[in-house]
């Protein structure tokens, strides 16, 4: 085994590193101190060595204490800093399978622990208590519970009887041991139970505990029960909140779901009105059409009404109006004769006494008149201008109609 001094100089070497946030190097040096140290057990045979007749088992075990402290100090930073991986398993001495998860890495260091102080129940209490620091700073709180209940129940009865003994002075007390036993119980019971909500557990192990003085029990038990009462109402507003969360979800939906019922209601409506119109404009379009045809047949009929009316004042009538006729007859027949045969003499006769015959003595003047027009435009040696050629060819059709009237 390494001498004591060499041990102490392996732990500042660490502890300087650590100081230098030189983590990984400070935890290598921090083993390395650490497989220097004797076990519990082994301590009993320095005395058979004559190389560690002065040693000074006090200093050794608080040499000890300090490594330990270290240790898990540098483990604790390094969780919290990075992600557990096989290389940070080998700096602090583990197996690499314990890189899987916190729990089995902290279990695996508990482990270690015990090794070094010769089981769990000798392990000091302090040392405990860093440990539960440790699994609170990583979520690891099931492997705190662990380890103090692995410690207290492994705990010698002679270590049980010193503890209870300064108990029960009702007095504060200056011994390190049994303060770090009662700062190991505290943070068990304030801490590790109410995380995992086993408050029950907490008032229980408090109140059958016989290393906790009276005062200590009351002041644990006020604390276990304010802490339940205030998980229970920090559980019941979380759960209202979910109430309410869940309600304003409910609410939401059913207004989305309105929502979209108005737009299909408000979609079909528009479709609707949309066909609606369409059909009135095709039933407009077809009475269109049959007050067209109905217009057309109406005048069809008011024209064969007209058409029966005069035939029947045609055949009903006097004498006179077979005259007129008659004259319109032959007011037809001569025009068109004239307008064949206006050149010959014999023909312009024969039509003047058709209408001499006929008795139209205005009808004769006009024509007389006319026909002398047109004999001084014969006369008329030069040539006309088109245009006055085209507004007598007007005249003489106008004179025509005016006959056509005349005899009418």
Known sequence: MAHLTSIQAQYQKALRFYLLTKYTTAATACLKAITQLPKTNAIQEIDENESYTNINIQELETLRYSIWTLYLNIATTLLTQQDITPHVTKLFGLAPAVAKSHDQFVHAMWQLLSEGYGGSGNVDPRLVSSCLVMTLKIQAVNVGRQIVEEWYAAMSDSTMDYISSIAIQQEESDDVYYNGCMEAIDLYVTRILPAMNDYETAISFVQYNPLISDEKKESLQRFVSKSEQDASRERQKKIEQQKKIEQLAKITEEKEKARLQEERERAEK??????????????????????????????????????????????????????????????????????????????????????????????????????????????????????????????????QMGTKVTYL
């Not at 005069?310 to 009903?316: E, G, V």
């Not at 319109?328 to 025009?335: C, P, Q, V």
């Not at 006929?358 to 006369?379: C, D, N, Y």
Request: hydrophobic share 35%.
């Open 270 to 399: 528009e479709a609707q009105e949309m066909k609606t119109k369409a059909y009135e404009k095709q039933v407009d379009k077809v009475e269109q059409v049959d007050i067209t045809s109905t217009h057309i047949h109406s005048d069809s009929n008011s024209s064969s009404v007209f058409s029966s009316s005069s035939s029947s004042s045609l055949d009903n009538g006097n004498g006179s109006t077979n005259i007129n006729q008659r004259q319109l007859s032959n007011t037809t027949t001569s025009r068109r004769s004239f307008s064949l045969n206006q050149r010959s003499p014999t023909a312009v006769k024969e039509w003047i006494r058709q209408l001499i015959g006929a008795g139209s003595a205005t009808s004769v003047a006009t024509l007389l008149m006319i026909l002398a027009l047109i004999g001084l435009l014969r006369g008329f040696r030069g040539k006309w201008s088109e245009p006055l050629k085209i507004a007598l060819t007007k005249l003489w059709q106008t004179v």
